[in-house]
T-cell receptor, first 112, second 116 residues
């Protein structure tokens, strides 16, 4: 059974810092991995999608990497801004299935 | 940019009542899903729907739950007799604009269900 873990659970940084969020999964037979952002009481916004054959994806100040064999992904946020404050969720889709298995998230607070 | 639309945004219902949560997925997507998030907990998969039938469901999705795509645009989740523990945020999602591709989920903004 796929288990997804995210560390740290919470992170507080001053504006301008570069930061790394970590995601690990127990079953390496994944089809893809997706990073989402969730604002309090709101829906899930897709940030980056990495297919199992890819090593990384970039969008603006965000870069996500995937090491399937070791069961890890990182989300790198460059030059953080207060508007980046949110919960970041990692989710994996296993090969042969359609459902996403979510981690518990990292709650990020960027202070001005 | 195309969106997944959910209504209502918040629903309060009495225990034992039936509720229907509604969703309009992205028009050219082929796969449809319901997830839920109990306050403070992980987002959990409930059910996926493809080609007018359930393709996968979790242990949570018991006989009290059903899904339907009554027309070409709506996708609904029905809870037959609500319990207090059904209180959660329910998310609809869609993905896959080809039969060979299920990637690239888009989620709606959710319906907060409160059972009293």
């Amino acid at each position: 059974k796929q288990e997804v873990t995210q560390i740290p659970a919470a992170l507080s940084v001053p504006e301008g810092e570069n930061l790394v969020l970590n995601c690990s999964f127990t079953d390496s037979a994944i089809y893809n991995l997706q990073w989402f952002r969730q604002d309090p009481g709101k829906g899930l916004t897709s940030l980056l999608l990495i297919q199992s054959s890819q090593r990384e994806q970039t969008s603006g100040r965000l870069n996500a990497s995937l090491d399937k064999s070791s069961g890890r992904s990182t989300l790198y946020i460059a030059a953080s801004q207060p508007g980046d404050s949110a919960t970041y969720l990692c989710a994996v889709m296993n090969t042969g299935f359609q459902k996403l298995v979510f981690g518990t998230g990292t709650r990020l607070l960027v202070s001005p | 940019e195309p969106e997944v639309t959910q209504t209502p945004s918040h629903q309060v219902t009495q225990m034992g009542q039936e509720v229907i949560l509604r969703c309009v997925p992205i028009s050219n997507h082929l796969y449809f899903y319901w997830y839920r998030q109990i306050l403070g907990q992980k987002v959990e998969f409930l059910v996926s729907f493809y080609n007018n039938e359930i393709s996968e469901k979790s242990e949570i999705f018991d006989d009290q739950f059903s899904v339907e795509r009554p027309d070409g645009s709506n996708f609904t989740l029905k809870i037959r007799s609500t319990k207090l523990e059904d209180s959660a945020m329910y998310f609809c999602a869609s993905s896959g604009n080809s039969q060979s591709s299920t990637y690239g989920y888009t989620f709606g903004s959710g319906t907060r269900l409160t059972v009293v």
